[in-house]
């Protein structure tokens, strides 16, 4: 399977490049093509230009800024995201991602506004590994905006047709080595079984 692997952190020592090569080597050793995208080692502007946004709707030009990842993302069967939550929402080089990316001709065809149609058939397969500060009913309580964003933007974008997992770990701030362990296995193990 070609799995486009989003992440999002600029810290390399971090718990999250850990889970990131814990993903990247159990897909690879699963037999997956794997597209690595690293948002702050490729230098990715998450910020829409004004031009940008003029020209959003502008189908197919509206590709040209991005186009090489459009073609990442249509080339894809799967994506797995890894990132950490931050003022529980999506980092902004990915909020950037979603926001400059998921855009009209590529992610959903906009030529009828009353009947918007999801464009993203190609992927099969959705998952995320997520970290957050807080403790689960804090998330819960404030929405939990980046599950959502995954199990529900994401999956609509697909024609409700991809299988989603979201693997989450809550209340970074008191987690033991033990704790990050378990969560790091555990995570391999669904990489190595991602179908």
């Not at 990131?20 to 699963?30: D, F, K, S």
């Amino acid at each position: 399977m070609r799995v486009l692997v989003v992440y999002c952190h600029p810290v390399e020592t971090s718990f999250a490049s850990a889970m990131h090569q814990e993903v990247l080597r159990n897909l690879r050793a699963a037999g997956h093509d794997v597209d690595d995208c690293d948002l702050y080692a490729e230098g990715f502007n998450p910020v829409m230009s004004r031009e940008e946004r003029l020209g959003y709707h502008d189908v197919p030009a509206n590709r040209a800024p991005l186009q090489s990842y459009v073609e990442r993302l249509e080339r894809a069967e799967a994506i797995v995201f890894c990132f950490p939550t931050w003022c529980f929402g999506l980092p902004a080089m990915l909020k950037g991602w979603f926001d400059r990316l998921l855009m009209p001709g590529v992610a959903f065809d906009i030529s009828d506004p009353a009947n918007v149609r999801p464009m993203l058939r190609n992927i099969k397969r959705i998952s995320a590994v997520v970290t957050y500060g807080r403790p689960r009913w804090m998330a819960w309580y404030m929405g939990d905006p980046p599950r959502k964003i995954i199990t529900r933007y994401m999956k609509r974008l697909t024609a409700a047709q991809a299988r989603v997992d979201y693997h989450a770990h809550y209340h970074m701030n008191v987690a033991t080595e033990a704790q990050l362990g378990r969560f790091k296995a555990r995570v391999g193990a669904a990489m190595a079984a991602f179908r």
